[in-house]
Structure formats: C-alpha cells, structure tokens
C-alpha cells in the first residue's frame, strides 16, 4: 500500500485545514428539483482537506454528506460554487478530462460495495486500470493483476482473490472494495459510510485498514460517518446539518489512530 510520503502534511486540527488545500471546495451549493419546489441540499459549503489529512463528516441523515463527499470526488456536479484540486477548477474541466482525473487521482469506498458480481475479487480490484481499450490495456493486465494481488494480500485476501462477491463476507467485500480504491495509487481516498453495513469486528478489521494506509503512506482520507467513536480518531470532524456546516473540532491523532491499530 505504500507511496512516497507527500509534502504538506496534516492539518493541527480546526480552522478548516490549510487555507491553501490541495482539495477545496469553495461556495458549493447543491439543489433537486422535485416538482414545482427546489431541494437545497447543500447551502454553500466551504472546506479546506490538506494533504495527508483525515477528515471525518459527521451530522445525521439527510444532512448533505453523502452528496458533498461525491462532489469533492467529482462524481456529481455542484449547482454552484466551485472544487478545486491543486488550484484547478475541477467541474471547469470537459468530461473526458474530468473522468481521467477522477479515476488517477480520487479512491472511493462505499457503504454498499458495489463489487461487480460476475467478476472475482482480483477482477473486481483490476477494474480502476483496466479503463483503457485494446492493446494497451491487455499490455497492462500482468502489471495490474500483479498489482491487484499485492493489493488484496495488503487487506488480508490473498486467499480469497477468485471469489466471487457473492461468497465474502461483508467485511471482506469492503476490504476487496477498498483495495480496488488504491489500484490507481490515488491522491485521496473518500469513504462514504465506510463501516456502516458492518458488524463491529468487520468494521474494526476496515478501520485498522485506514488508518495503516493514513500512518504508512500519507493517505488523505474523507470519510462520512455517523459513528461518533470512528469520527473523534479523524484529525478533523467537521458538522454538516440541514446542507451548511455549522462546525468544526479538532479529532484524534495519529498516534491515537496507531493505537487502535495495535489494539
């Protein structure tokens, strides 16, 4: 799972992170329509993620933070304000070089997996770099399942990586869905509800995963969660409430996040 370390650091906590983010999002606002009224789900958020920063997004449902966390990954576009990684306008870009962007340098992990049933484990973990066509993607496949399997052995299935979805666990589909988010080595990997399907051993199994990618590599880390006890170990907890951030606290550390690790 390594990477070279990546300059910049985690925020102290508080303060929305560096004012100089590589991850920003920047008067986002986000609306539906549903029929004649106008859904406001996001009412002009600002936030700052820096690098090598674990930032958790708490508030309850309906709060807005499933969609913020799709609009930092670029996977849904905002009805106003702006996304910048690395000071580019990311919903600026045209769609083919957003897409691009989107799988080099964005992870994602979902409470729900979505693991393609037809395709075993190592497949389903290929998936992210397998995006090109013809020759030069069957030139890459011995890289990529070389690199799957490395990946899968990180999260403790190297004997399981031609299974099918349907005969893991649910925790074990989460760790293979969480290895398929590494395979392109991304930038920042964000979690929606990481844990949120799993029993408490299953879920202790994917945090442990986490947080090694967060001490061992520097992984910027957003995750959304409504466990108050994984939140507290983020070194940020911002508030979403009613689409507005109404908050902002310090978490753990990383030393604490090592101790639940080695617990």
């Given at each position: 799972?390594?990477?070279?370390?990546?300059?910049?650091?985690?925020?102290?906590?508080?303060?929305?992170?560096?004012?100089?983010?590589?991850?920003?999002?920047?008067?986002?606002?986000r609306?539906?329509?549903?029929g004649?009224?106008?859904?406001?789900?996001?009412?002009?958020?600002?936030?700052?993620?820096?690098?090598g920063?674990?930032?958790?997004?708490?508030?309850?449902?309906?709060?807005?933070?499933?969609?913020?966390?799709?609009?930092?990954?670029?996977?849904?576009?905002?009805?106003?304000?702006?996304?910048?990684?690395?000071?580019?306008?990311?919903?600026?870009?045209?769609?083919?070089?957003?897409?691009?962007?989107?799988?080099?340098?964005?992870?994602?992990?979902?409470?729900?997996?979505?693991?393609?049933?037809?395709?075993?484990?190592?497949?389903?973990?290929?998936?992210?770099?397998?995006?090109?066509?013809?020759?030069?993607?069957?030139?890459?496949?011995?890289?990529?399942?070389?690199?799957?399997?490395a990946?899968?052995?990180?999260?403790?299935?190297?004997?399981?990586?031609?299974?099918r979805?349907s005969?893991?666990?649910?925790?074990?589909?989460?760790?293979?869905?969480?290895?398929?988010a590494?395979?392109?080595?991304?930038?920042?990997?964000?979690?929606?509800?990481p844990?949120?399907?799993?029993?408490?051993?299953?879920?202790?199994?994917?945090?442990?995963?986490?947080?090694?990618?967060?001490?061992?590599?520097?992984?910027?880390?957003?995750?959304?969660?409504?466990?108050?006890?994984?939140?507290?170990?983020?070194?940020?907890?911002?508030?979403?409430?009613?689409?507005?951030?109404?908050?902002?606290?310090?978490?753990?550390?990383?030393?604490?996040?090592?101790?639940?690790?080695?617990?």
């Amino acid at each position: 799972m390594s990477r070279p370390a990546r300059s910049g650091g985690a925020a102290s906590g508080g303060g929305g992170g560096d004012a100089s983010g590589f991850l920003r999002a920047v008067g986002v606002t986000r609306e539906y329509r549903d029929g004649e009224r106008t859904l406001r789900v996001l009412k002009g958020i600002d936030l700052c993620i820096s690098r090598g920063e674990v930032v958790a997004v708490v508030g309850p449902s309906g709060a807005g933070k499933s969609t913020l966390l799709h609009i930092l990954g670029a996977l849904d576009r905002p009805t106003g304000g702006q996304v910048l990684l690395d000071d580019v306008s990311v919903y600026s870009l045209p769609d083919r070089a957003r897409a691009r962007m989107r799988c080099e340098r964005v992870g994602f992990v979902f409470q729900m997996y979505h693991l393609m049933p037809e395709f075993s484990a190592l497949e389903n973990v290929m998936l992210p770099a397998m995006v090109d066509s013809g020759a030069r993607a069957a030139a890459r496949a011995g890289a990529c399942g070389r690199r799957a399997g490395a990946l899968l052995t990180d999260v403790g299935l190297a004997e399981r990586s031609h299974h099918r979805p349907s005969t893991l666990s649910g925790g074990e589909q989460q760790r293979v869905a969480i290895a398929r988010a590494l395979m392109n080595n991304p930038e920042v990997l964000i979690a929606d509800e990481p844990t949120g399907n799993l029993d408490e051993v299953a879920g202790a199994e994917v945090l442990s995963i986490l947080w090694r990618l967060n001490e061992g590599s520097g992984q910027t880390i957003i995750l959304a969660t409504h466990d108050r006890e994984l939140a507290e170990l983020a070194d940020r907890v911002v508030v979403l409430q009613d689409g507005a951030v109404t908050g902002e606290r310090a978490g753990g550390s990383a030393s604490e996040r090592r101790g639940y690790v080695n617990t």
